[in-house]
């Protein structure tokens, strides 16, 4: 059986920085697409981050959503199954219960939460002014 567990949300100030960490049992994430989505409240889940296999066996992808790009990095330990989003220079717009994700999802579709097999339980990130 497949999980995925999130972790590292908390509260942070503006400008501050928080790793949020994907621990993936029951599947081997090298195999698969790992991607970042959050949804704030009243809002729909949206993408932030995907990393794609593409071309050879351990080569990697790494896409962004243009709101994100520059402040948050994707990585991916498939030796530790696990999966990291990096957030720097959050603002309070980055507020959102934040989501891992994983799945056999090609570049083309990475950024549809309909694509996605599995999912973590969510972690909750607040940025304060």
């Known amino acids: 059986q497949v999980h995925l567990v999130d972790s590292g949300g908390g509260l942070v100030q503006a400008g501050g920085s928080l790793r949020l960490s994907c621990a993936a049992s029951?599947?081997?994430?090298?195999?698969?697409?790992m991607a970042w989505f959050r949804q704030a409240p009243g809002k729909e889940r949206e993408f932030v981050s995907g990393s794609s296999r593409s071309g050879g066996v351990t080569y990697y992808t790494n896409y962004y959503a243009s709101s994100v790009k520059g402040r948050f990095i994707i990585s991916r330990d498939n030796a530790k199954n696990m999966a990291y989003l990096q957030m720097n220079s959050l603002k309070p717009e980055d507020t959102a219960v934040y989501y891992c994700?994983?799945?056999?999802?090609?570049?083309?579709?990475?950024?549809?939460?309909?694509?996605?097999?599995?999912w973590g339980q969510g972690t909750q990130v607040t940025v304060s002014s």
């Open positions: 029951g599947l081997t994430s090298s195999s698969y697409t």
């Open positions: 994700a994983a799945g056999s999802v090609s570049a083309v579709d990475l950024t549809l939460p309909s694509q996605y097999n599995y």
